[in-house]
């Protein structure tokens, strides 16, 4: 247990029957009237809602143990995807549904980050970019130029971007795992 005097950004409190929300943002207010507050923004642990909560200041607030661990991915099994933790080589099953978007941009030996709460995955942490290469795109037509439109391209992963037209099949590009955005060549 903690006080909301306590809250840090990246905390995760446990609120509303135990679901999970980390502090993303919270500032401490003091009208000239009234009682202190702490205004909070939160966002939803599983689900990635974010909301607006305040709370009295000095109000006991429940803390989740969160424990982030670097993991490799290994290999698909059945529902589940296989990581293994790169320190102590433990291999660990976290089902698609935890993974959710970024089964998209993971390949063997992909490095990622998983959040653990007494014992189960929350979510997986990928990386800011990836490079991957491109298995088929439309082949460019001459006149084709970087200020012009977008395609259509599949992944070695199966996910598909839009990349510019210039950009053939087998290229290596790198892409924004949040957004699913083509940045540039690798």
Known sequence: MATTN??????????????????????HV???????????KLKNVL??????????????????????????????DGDDFVFMDTETYDMVNVPTGTVGSAANYMLENTL??????EGSALYVDLPAA???TISSTEPGLQGDR?????????LETGAEVKV???ITTGEKIKVDTRSGDYLGRA
Do not use: C, H
């Open 6 to 27: 306590d809250l840090k950004n990246g905390m995760v409190l446990k609120l509303d029957g135990g679901e999970l929300w980390a502090v993303v943002e919270f500032q």
């Open 30 to 40: 003091k009208p000239g009237k009234g009682g202190a507050f702490v205004r909070t």
């Open 47 to 76: 689900s990635g809602k974010v909301v607006d909560k305040t709370f009295n200041a000095g109000v006991k607030v429940d803390v989740a143990n969160v424990d982030k661990r670097e993991m490799q991915y290994s290999y698909k």
């Open 112 to 117: 990622a980050t998983i959040a653990f709460n």
């Open 130 to 132: 990836v490079e991957l």
């Open 146 to 154: 970087s200020t012009g439109g977008t395609k259509p391209a599949t």
């Open 164 to 166: 510019p037209l210039f």
